[in-house]
């Protein structure tokens, strides 16, 4: 299999190595990389015999069977991907950006051009699960979608949940090689978001954008949310949940509480999750790791033998139906927290939420915050009673409580 | 897509029924059952139009797309199937026992003859992963094996943790319809046997027989052994593991000791999950539910629109590589326990521990035992101690500990 790589950066390296590698091992499929689109040809990089060129018509026009784009971001690799399609050369890509704007229309013109267009990699790197929801109609008729889908957040999470302060916790997530130095798009939830979208292309729901979702910084996160987290039996993880609530926005992402003994809270460091329900009460979940670009390589080869190996005889109808399902959010209970700068007594918090319609199941506080647990409540609902909070100078902040 | 059925038992009459729900959606692949091989016509069975017959040749010639195997056991399942991809048909089946013993024959059959054998809903039906490690090199190039794939057993244990005796607990099961009357294949660990050996056979084993692994029952369970577990901070579940020991046996099922936190721990009832173990550390994990009619049935069609939907171009190599890794299992750290009847002091206990070289990292007692968890060693050596104490008849069981 001719393989023409658009970018060669860390995961394009990877995959260089690892094919290599592989190639050594009798009997398996033979992956080779000819050539590599690149913008500066003179850039330092690993030793590797494959034929670095600016040219994006020269990788298309290389005698190649498949071409694989490890980019990012949208254009370039929108337009080359689509000259690709059109070309009839099938396309893997590990670009979450480019999927998450632009995967059903890359797909429909794949469909047309009767080759493949695959992108396992984009979401939860390690864990094969994105091309079994494209071939099956079942498997992805789900009514729900939650996980933790960025493992750079999550890993700053479970350090601050650890001790230690969002800085810290960042700067050792960039010396692992688990962040980069810029990590707003992972901290801020933007890089969560473009991966639910993908999946809710997947399930249902084509015409879903980034721009649903609702996104909430784990920098808003305080150390006495986890102390009043552990207080309410729970913890504090970085999730992405679809359907969010029935109100305008559909989808969520940020920190959320999870009751101990949820499979999610088992999860630490930099492992990825994705559960989907489905009909009567069933849970699916896949886990393992998100990124890296070791695993990112491999996932793009499997896709490169799957791409090479099978073949797409027809189209996938279900996938382009919008509102196969159309999934309301049920409203979910929260976890409210308010630091006690000003002072602020449990008391006062209870006549507050009272007044502001939202019930509170358990209420518990400690030197540095007051905690509650609130019974069933829309979102609009906690934002108001968040909002009114803040007006009075309360540090208050809201999560979803997370369902088994 | 036409679809002849061999058995029209509780999962098949699920498959009928959901097929006819899901024709009514416009835009969805339209399946239709046409016929099912039974081995009594008069046999009371639910509405259907699905025409029956004693004649498997007459399923074969019915003018179908798919075979649809939801038999059970090996024969007559396989000489039907064997006839099938003979004749160029795609086959999909749920029989666990026909894959187990035969599967990599069939698959390679099925190569031959150019056409589909898949049989996603045999292990964790509701789970799709199956196919993708038959597609995907590197996402079965594993070399760790565990989960817990009898639903069955998951829910008795579950139940006796929680403080029923068996077999109030496998009444129970039966009651719920999760277990058959006769579940001695379920708690016995057979059953779980031939889904880890269809594990294996996708993972670099493609020789691994159900015969090579031991089967532990979880009748042997006492409700001491849930407080010892509890006592030693972890908890009890059924589980199946791959490879097991350096030793002559490779592979293992029956109870097994999980530390707190341990994402098998936070799964109950019926829940089913496999864990593989990969390269540098990493697991991914599927988990979900393992059975059910209608669980089953609806990934036998999403088995049947893949079927008839894509088309597999050139084989699988890498499937057929025995010891494409050849795994040795490593010593695991174990759980025992000693009930105190004849009376057993921990004194004792340890010095026999320590004479059979096996020696203890943390030790508690209660009431009703004695419990240890010990640091690594090879399972001959707690086998043997196992025997000596049961000599000496004390009530000893010895059960793995899973690593996180």
């Known amino acids: 299999v001719r393989v023409g790589l658009l970018g060669c950066g860390r995961v394009g390296q ?10 050594a091992i009798a009997g398996w499929v033979h992956v080779e990389c000819v050539c590599a689109l690149v913008r500066d040809l003179h850039r ?8 670095l060129t600016t040219s994006a018509a020269a990788v298309l026009d290389a005698g190649i069977d498949v071409v694989v784009d490890v980019m990012g971001g949208v254009e370039p690799a929108r337009t080359i991907v689509t000259a690709a399609l059109d070309a009839g050369l099938p396309v893997v890509t590990a670009g979450k950006t480019l999927v998450a704007r632009h995967g059903p229309a890359l797909r429909a013109l794949a469909r047309r051009c009767g080759v493949t267009f695959s992108y396992e990699a984009a979401v939860v790197a390690g864990v094969p699960f994105v091309g079994a929801l494209t071939r099956r109609p079942h498997a992805s008729d789900v009514n729900g979608i939650s996980g933790i889908v960025n493992g750079t957040s999550h890993f700053v999470v479970t350090a601050m949940a650890a001790g230690a302060t969002t800085a810290r916790a960042l700067t050792h997530a960039v010396g ?8 707003e798009a992972d901290l ?8 639910l979208t993908i999946l809710r292309h997947l399930c249902g729901e084509p015409l ?3 721009d649903d979702v609702l996104c909430r910084s784990v920098r808003d996160l305080e150390p006495a949310d986890f102390a009043g987290a552990h207080l309410l039996s729970g913890s504090i993880k970085p999730v992405a949940i679809a359907p969010f609530d029935a109100g305008s926005r559909t989808a969520w992402v940020g920190p959320a509480f999870l009751p101990s003994g949820h499979v999610l809270a088992s999860l630490s460091g930099v492992d990825n999750a994705v559960q989907l329900r489905r009909g009567a009460g069933e849970t699916v979940t896949f886990a393992g790791p998100g990124a890296g ?9 499997d896709d490169v033998v799957e791409a090479a190996t099978s073949r797409r005889a027809e189209s996938e109808p279900w ?12 409203e979910s209970a929260w976890f409210v927290r308010i630091l006690k700068e000003p002072a602020v007594t449990a008391c006062e918090l209870a006549t507050w939420l009272g007044e502001l ?7 518990v506080s400690d030197r540095a915050g007051v905690y509650v647990r609130t019974t069933a409540a829309p979102w609009h609902a906690i934002e108001r009673a968040e909002s009114a909070m803040r007006d009075r100078g309360v540090a208050a902040l809201a999560m979803p409580v997370l369902a088994r």
Chains 1, 2 share one sequence.
């Open 14 to 23: 990877a995959l260089v190595t690892l094919a290599g590698r592989r190639n």
């Open 44 to 51: 330092r990089r690993g030793e590797t015999d494959v034929r």
């Open 176 to 183: 692992l090689g688990y962040a980069e130095t810029d990590a």
């Open 188 to 195: 801020g939830g933007r890089d969560a978001a473009e991966k």
């Open 208 to 210: 879903a954008t980034v």
């Open 293 to 301: 670009p070791e695993v990112t390589a491999a996932t793009i080869l």
């Open 319 to 330: 996938l382009t139906q919008q509102g196969r399902r159309v999934p309301r959010g049920t």
């Open 357 to 363: 319609d939202v019930p509170y199941e358990r209420l």
